[in-house]
Antibody
Framework: QLQLQESGPGLVKPSETLSLTCTVS??????????WGWIRQPPGKGLEWIGS???????YYNPSLKSRVTMSVDTSKNQFSLNLSSVTAADTAVYYC?????????WGQGTLVTVSS | EIVMTQSPGTLSVSPGERATLSCRAS??????LAWYQQKPGQAPRLLIH???TRATGIPARFSGSGSGTEFTLTISSLQSEDFAVYYC??????????FGQGTKVEIK
């Protein structure tokens, strides 16, 4: 069974870049048909898909965030990463990493990222 | 982008009663719809995919139905552990994958 774990700073200053990594265990990032994705949830609000990446390099971003998002995969470390640039307070949220064929079946526990000076 | 709309926003139900949650898509998503359960402080958990297929380990009291633009999640007899927020998500037209805004099921 896959397990996913997010890691990264819990506090980011406005205008800086939010960087998170998701470590996958229980399976190989490159050995499955999963898309590896990021989803966020502002405090008290709903879920927003950020983007998804396939190990071979196909990447899809939410059009609403596309200009600020970069995702990558490191198959040697069985990890994938998220960079979100020029953050504002509106980017404060719990960030989840997840695996998806088309629906999201495995999730990390989530990590709260607060944007504040 | 397909917009998913859930109703009601909050559903108050007594333990042992049936709960019926609705999800509407702004255009047809065929049967490419999933439901998730989220408890406070936890990640969402996949309940249903393909509109009606229960995910591994999900109790039979959870059932999904519908196709096209109208979908329903039914919890046949609410248990204490079922009080949570439920989200629908379409995966027919992507990107973007889109979620509904959620329905909170609370104890009456």
């Amino acid at each position: 069974q896959l397990q996913l774990q997010e890691s990264g700073p819990g506090l980011v200053k406005p205008s800086e870049t939010l960087s998170l990594t998701c470590t996958v265990s229980g399976g190989s990032i490159s050995g499955s048909s999963y898309y590896w994705g990021w989803i966020r949830q502002p405090p008290g609000k709903g879920l927003e898909w950020i983007g998804s990446i396939y190990y071979s390099g196909s990447i899809y971003y939410n059009p609403s965030l596309k200009s600020r998002v970069t995702m990558s995969v490191d198959t040697s470390k069985n990890q994938f990463s998220l960079n979100l640039s020029s953050v504002t307070a509106a980017d404060t949220a719990v960030y989840y990493c997840s695996s998806a064929v088309y629906y999201f079946d495995y999730w990390g526990q989530g990590t709260l990222v607060t944007v504040s000076s | 982008e397909i917009v998913m709309t859930q109703s009601p926003g909050t559903l108050s139900v007594s333990p042992g009663e049936r709960a019926t949650l609705s999800c509407r898509a702004s255009q047809s998503v065929s049967s490419n719809l999933a439901w998730y359960q989220q408890k406070p402080g936890q990640a969402p958990r996949l309940l249903i995919h393909g509109a009606s297929t229960r995910a591994t380990g999900i109790p039979a009291r959870f059932s999904g139905s519908g196709s096209g633009t109208e979908f329903t999640l039914t919890i046949s007899s609410l248990q204490s552990e079922d009080f949570a927020v439920y989200y629908c998500q379409q995966y027919n037209n992507w990107p973007p994958w889109t979620f509904g805004q959620g329905t909170k099921v609370e104890i009456k």
